[in-house]
């Protein structure tokens, strides 16, 4: 008996994932041509956009009828080679009739992340946590005359923090804004699950020194909270227990969000975020940042005109343009490409990540962006096809 018990279960443990392999090998490619930047690729895992290449492979979007995408290689922006030689391949370089055409031969664009590389960073020479020199990023001239072509031919556009803020010159932020009816407010925010420099080297030095610069040489703080960094170099901190109920920020759907993309109707979310005003006359909001604020709380936040509540995702979707935003750094996750190869494994998502660790952010993938993003593309698909 426990022989065929065993037999049994190495028959499940070995046929599962091959059945879900080759179900996966046999789902008919779809051809989706992206125009995909990435300014911040430290790396040749592509870690700022690496969850929409597991969403592109999974679901076997092709950028040509059958070649399909590859991290390493099918993005604009920065490219890494060894002992810290690089190659810049943005928008850049190209023409303006280039440009044009990209916007023609595109069916979308996905901008993920514009803040780009920093000297200390590449070179590995001083305190990678300090403020240092950019070698490279931002939202430039070149960037801007796709999106606003691809608005012109109403493609669908994708934009997420980090694109318009630093290290963005202020006349190509304020001419995004104007283009998508969006306004950054200059603040961004991160959750710390402690905010004790001694126990958390997560904490960016720069950040610490900007608040001590103006708080008499203090940080006062220990345990958990939520931090605020504007364009400015002010420091707000929100400490757990003090100025908010729980520190770690949580996304809300509205009924709609959750209806269209299949959203979930709250999920945390401990990574770095944004905090934007859409025109609510030309813009939905999908999702929002809600914090469970104490008394003390809200009124820090009202000392910096900083919203309480903000939001998450935000879509235009009409027959002059369509774009969406997402607040945070939503396409960075620690996930593995080699699970994308499983059709259905989605089944199996619990074993990716600990709920229970407020800091993880797997369960942000398999939870919101995963669902959000295919179902986003679906409808694209289904609308290309349409025409």
């Known amino acids: 008996m426990a022989k065929k018990i065993f037999g049994l279960l190495l028959i499940l443990v070995i046929g599962i994932p091959i059945t879900m392999w080759v179900s996966w090998l046999v789902t008919p490619k779809k051809k989706l041509v992206i125009a995909l930047v990435d300014k911040t690729v430290l790396t040749s895992e592509g870690q700022e956009h690496i969850s929409l290449g597991w969403i592109l492979n999974q679901n076997r979007y092709t950028k040509t009828t059958d070649k399909p995408y590859k991290i390493s290689e099918d993005y604009f922006g920065f490219f890494p080679l060894k002992d810290e030689a690089f190659q810049l391949k943005g928008l850049e370089r190209f023409t303006h009739d280039q440009l044009r055409k990209l916007s023609a031969d595109a069916d979308m664009a996905y901008f993920t992340d514009t803040y780009g590389i920093y000297n200390n960073e590449w070179y590995k020479k001083g305190d990678i946590g300090a403020q240092s020199g950019m070698l490279y990023g931002g939202l430039s001239n070149e960037d801007l005359i796709l999106l606003k072509a691809m608005k012109e031919r109403n493609k669908l556009i994708i934009t997420e923090f980090n694109t318009i803020g630093s290290p963005t010159r202020s006349q190509n932020r304020k001419k995004f804004e104007e283009l998508f009816q969006l306004k950054w407010t200059g603040w961004t925010g991160r959750y ?196």
């Open 192 to 387: 710390f699950d402690t905010l004790d420099p001694n126990k958390n080297l997560e904490i960016p030095h720069w950040l610490i020194a900007n608040y001590k610069r103006s708080h008499s040489g203090a940080w006062p703080f220990t345990r958990a909270g939520l931090v605020f960094v504007n364009d400015s170099d002010q420091v707000v901190i929100l400490e757990e227990g003090l100025h908010i109920d729980n520190a770690l920020p949580y996304i809300h759907a509205t009924p709609e969000g959750q209806s269209n993309w299949n959203l979930p109707e709250k999920t945390k979310y401990p990574f770095w975020f944004d905090v934007m005003v859409p025109n609510l006359e030309v813009n939905t909001v999908d999702a929002s940042f809600k914090l469970s604020l104490l008394p003390e709380g809200k009124k820090e936040l009202a000392k910096y005109n900083i919203p309480e509540t903000f939001p998450a995702v935000t879509r235009h979707l009409g027959e002059d343009y369509r774009f969406f935003y997402f607040s945070g750094d939503f396409s960075d996750n620690p996930i593995r490409l080699n699970s994308s190869y499983f059709k259905g494994i989605g089944f199996f998502k619990g074993f990716f990540y600990d709920d229970r660790d407020p800091l993880e952010r797997g369960s942000f993938f398999w939870k919101f962006y995963k669902p959000m993003v295919t179902q986003i593309l679906k409808t694209e698909m289904q609308l290309i096809n349409q025409d």
